[in-house]
């Protein structure tokens, strides 16, 4: 069974930092690319970054760069996503997508058959 399990999540202060991880199993992670999504309430999922099957490729939504840092231990069937100066407008609940897909659709949520459940991020004061 095809399983993506988020964790990492939480309320932190704005300029904290968090990682957040994504577990794999079911597939053959390896040959997958993966994304991190985030979605506020009543607003539609909006890529944050990708990841290619080795991890030598990375691509980064504008508003995180410099910020979030995504990565990947195949050996462990994890990715994960560092952030870093955390601010309000991060705040959301993060999910991380995997699939057989190209660099130019990690950032299109339709393009990724398998998703987690997701994980609660909240910067607050």
């Known amino acids: 069974q095809v399983q993506l399990v988020e964790s990492g999540g939480g309320l932190v202060q704005p300029g904290a930092s968090l990682r957040l991880s994504c577990v794999a199993s079911?597939?053959?992670?390896?040959?997958?690319?993966v994304g991190w999504f985030r979605q506020a309430p009543g607003k539609d999922r909006e890529f944050v970054a990708g990841?290619?099957?080795?991890?030598?490729?990375?691509y980064y939504e504008d508003s995180v760069k410099g910020r979030f840092t995504i990565s990947r231990d195949n050996a462990k069937n994890t990715v994960y996503l560092q952030m870093s100066g955390l601010k309000s407008e991060d705040t959301g609940a993060y999910y991380c997508?995997?699939?057989?897909?190209?660099?130019?659709?990690?950032?299109?949520?339709?393009?990724?058959?398998?998703w987690g459940q997701g994980t609660q991020v909240t910067v607050s004061s």
């Open positions: 997508g995997a699939d057989y897909i190209s660099p130019e659709s990690w950032s299109r949520a339709d393009e990724y058959d398998y």
């Open positions: 079911g597939f053959t992670f390896a040959a997958y690319a």
């Open positions: 990841i290619s099957r080795k991890g030598e490729d990375t």
